[in-house]
């Protein structure tokens, strides 16, 4: 049985985050908010508890877990060298939406890693993630509380529809306000690399760093990847996606191309496009908007439950309108083409 909280996020109640601080320190598995998306909490340092989040979310165990903390002082029992680059990271950037791949510490259970020799950490800026955290005394292991290979769920209740019955609660704290996931940085490598492009943009990586290397596995094609997370399908709403990736002029016109096609076949079909591009669309087609045109902030906060608004849909096929990747658009374009299969439409 999954118990399930509903909480205020500004004043949440004290009592709720006692009992499942306590359900952590017994081992057992909290799906909390963070202002990225929900994740999955367990003991990071009880190798039995991490198991657990492997078996409820049927994740590979070779796929590594970030450790969240409560205060960068943590970091220190976690890492076994901070390298200037993520202290200067870590500086400016936490608590917020930032993992730093460092060195690990021996008492880092190898379950975390997936025996890798480094670590990834996080100290979240949400309030009641940091609450959860420091009332349970220990780093919290966290991955996104989704089925293994869904859409990362961004409410509660997308948690819910994927993990209820298998983990022992959920804690409600409304829709997540970034919604797509910490930026991951190999700090362990000369030139700092970045592994998954997420809430702190690349362009903010830069200010701070000067040079930030990008992982080749970001380059639109599977191959190679550096961070073990990479190399299985992520993100698929339950249909086929094909991502259109042109400029943004001939976006609409090869999308209704493909639409077009698909409906004259029999097909139902999904599409998930901008708020300009949702009234050109034939009246058949089921659509969801993900936000406006350069709104790239609003579309990662939207993207997620946009791709799991198909699920019951019966659509046969969804057809994604692609967007810029400067800022929060490098880590939706990421988040899409991993969704699609890397089936990409272009010209
Ligand atoms: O925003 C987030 O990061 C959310 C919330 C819950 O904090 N968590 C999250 O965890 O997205 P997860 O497990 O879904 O993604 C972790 C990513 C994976 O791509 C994994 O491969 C990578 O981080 N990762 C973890 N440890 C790593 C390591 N030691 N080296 C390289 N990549 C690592
Ligand atoms: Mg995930």
């Given at each position: 049985r999954t118990v399930y909280y509903?909480?205020?996020?500004?004043?949440?109640?004290?009592?709720?985050?006692?009992?499942?601080?306590?359900?952590?320190?017994?081992?057992?598995?909290?799906?909390?908010?963070?202002?990225?998306?929900?994740?999955?909490?367990?003991?990071?340092?009880?190798?039995?508890?991490?198991?657990?989040?492997?078996?409820?979310?049927?994740?590979?165990?070779?796929?590594?877990?970030?450790?969240?903390?409560?205060?960068?002082?943590?970091?220190?029992?976690?890492?076994?060298?901070?390298?200037?680059?993520?202290?200067?990271?870590?500086?400016?950037?936490?608590?917020?939406?930032?993992?730093?791949?460092?060195?690990?510490?021996?008492?880092?259970?190898?379950?975390?890693?997936g025996g890798l020799d480094t670590v990834a950490v996080r100290l979240p800026?949400?309030?009641?993630?940091?609450?959860?955290?420091?009332?349970?005394?220990v780093p919290v292991a966290a991955p996104s509380a989704n089925t293994?290979?869904?859409?990362?769920?961004?409410?509660?209740?997308?948690?819910?529809?994927?993990?209820?019955?298998?983990?022992?609660?959920?804690?409600?704290?409304?829709?997540?306000?970034?919604?797509?996931?910490s930026t991951v940085v190999d700090c362990t490598t000369p030139v700092p690399t970045l592994l998954r492009p997420g809430g702190i943009t690349y362009e903010m990586l830069l200010a701070v760093l000067g040079a930030v290397e990008i992982d080749p596995a970001l380059a639109g094609s599977p191959a190679v990847p550096r961070s073990p997370g990479m190399k299985y399908t992520h993100y698929a709403p339950a249909a086929p996606l094909f991502l259109i990736e042109t400029g943004p002029q001939h976006t609409a016109v090869l999308l209704l191309r493909e639409i077009t096609r698909a409906?004259?076949?029999?097909?139902?079909?999904?599409?998930?496009?901008?708020?300009?591009?949702?009234?050109?669309?034939?009246?058949?087609?089921?659509?969801?908007?993900?936000?406006?045109q350069g709104g790239a902030g609003v579309i990662a906060a939207n993207l997620y439950n946009a791709l799991r608004s198909f699920d019951h849909k019966g659509v046969d096929v969804i057809y994604a309108e692609g967007i810029a990747e400067q800022g929060l658009g490098l880590a939706v374009m990421n988040r899409l083409r991993k969704a699609s299969g890397y089936r990409i439409i272009r010209e």
């Open positions: 509903k909480v205020d996020p500004v004043n949440p109640d004290r009592g709720v985050l006692t009992a499942a601080a306590q359900l952590l320190r017994q081992g057992g598995l909290v799906a909390f908010p963070t202002e990225t998306v929900y994740g999955l909490g367990a003991n990071g340092l009880d190798a039995r508890a991490v198991a657990g989040i492997f078996r409820a979310k049927g994740r590979p165990a070779d796929n590594p877990l970030i450790l969240h903390i409560d205060a960068p002082g943590q970091l220190a029992q976690l890492a076994a060298a901070v390298p200037a680059s993520a202290r200067a990271l870590i500086d400016r950037y936490w608590p917020g939406p930032l993992s730093v791949v460092v060195q690990r510490q021996p008492q880092v259970p190898d379950a975390v890693t800026d949400s309030l009641i993630a940091r609450e959860l955290i420091r009332l349970a005394g293994s290979g869904r859409p990362s769920p961004t409410t509660a209740r997308a948690v819910e529809t994927d993990l209820a019955g298998r983990i022992d609660a959920i804690i409600d704290a409304g829709p997540c306000e970034i919604g797509v996931e409906l004259a076949a029999g097909k139902t079909v999904g599409a998930i496009v901008s708020a300009e591009t949702a009234p050109v669309l034939p009246a058949p087609v089921i659509t969801a908007v993900y936000g406006p």
